[in-house]
């Protein structure tokens, strides 16, 4: 026996994805957890406004920090404010029982690794800003795979963070209670910062992939996207 059943397809995409077998449930959940940054704007539109702000901040970084790494004379404010901070530094060592030697021994290996520490940061600074352009292209192109480096980069900072804060607080606890536990509180608060950023581009990228799912449905030819909607389809029954 044979029955005809005239079934008309939705072409709603996210309609016809829900009725895909193997549309991954986890993500759906995943991207209905979290659709709003800062409670006001999409997390695609806070993966971007994040992006700005790591590009303006490490930007604003670099300002001080170039004039001193190629030793300008016309704007160096850190190079001017140098040996100020030294003495300030110096007399916090003496107050602490350190000898004139000693302070002075300290200061000196501060000063001589000063010049390597901001080589450092400014590149790192660059390659945040490199990461922080590719996922805006990312998110405006939809691309999600250009959103990893800034993922991964965000994850390895958050966790280098916490533990290089944690220990110069257990450090400072040592010396002074007060500013040890202000300074942990401090670290607190921007890794719940940080973390809270992470997940909204953790979102937004976990959003895309359920787009690029939803949307790369098998293609069909033309004789069969004439036909979808009137043709009969046959079911033989036994």
Same mark, same amino acid.
């Given at each position: 026996? &044979?029955? /005809? ?24 959940? @995943? ?11 999409? *997390?695609? %539109?806070? &993966? ?12 604003? =970084?670099? *300002? ?9 004379? &016309?704007?160096?404010?850190?190079? =001017? ?9 110096? !007399?916090?060592?003496? !107050?602490?029982?350190?000898?004139? =030697? =000693? @302070? ?16 450092? !940061?400014?590149? +790192? ?7 922080? $352009?590719?996922?805006?292209? %990312? #998110? ?40 040890? $536990?202000? %300074?942990?509180?401090? #670290?607190? *608060? ?9 997940? @909204?581009?953790?979102? /937004?990228?976990? !959003? +895309? ?6 949307? &790369?449905?098998?293609?069909?030819? /033309? ?14 029954? @036994?």
């Amino acid at each position: 026996m &044979s029955v /005809s059943l005239n079934r008309t397809f939705d072409t709603d995409p996210v309609r016809f994805g829900r009725l895909l077998p193997r549309f991954p449930p986890t993500n759906l959940r @995943a991207a209905r957890t979290m659709r709003k940054c800062c409670c006001c704007i999409s *997390v695609h %539109g806070g &993966s971007i406004f994040l992006a700005i702000l790591g590009i303006t901040l490490c930007l604003l =970084e670099l *300002v001080p920090i170039m004039p001193f790494l190629l030793q300008w004379k &016309s704007f160096n404010p850190i190079q =001017e404010n140098l040996s100020h901070a030294s003495y300030v530094f110096k !007399e916090i060592l003496k !107050e602490h029982n350190a000898t004139e =030697e =000693e @302070a002075d021994q300290i200061v000196a290996n501060g000063i001589s690794m000063a010049w390597i520490g901001l080589l450092v !940061e400014a590149i +790192l600074s660059g390659v945040f800003v490199v990461f922080c $352009l590719l996922m805006i292209c %990312g #998110v405006a192109t939809k691309k999600r795979k250009l959103m990893l480096p800034y993922l991964t980069y965000l994850m390895a900072a958050i966790v280098i963070f916490v533990l290089v804060g944690f220990i110069l607080c257990g450090l400072l606890c040592f010396v002074n209670l007060i500013s040890g $536990l202000v %300074g942990l509180i401090l #670290v607190l *608060v921007i890794t719940v910062l940080m973390a809270y950023f992470w997940r @909204a581009v953790q979102m /937004s990228y976990k !959003e +895309l992939g359920c787009q690029d799912y939803m949307y &790369s449905l098998a293609p069909m030819d /033309s004789h069969s996207k004439r036909n979808q909607h009137n043709s009969p389809q046959q079911f033989d029954l @036994a």
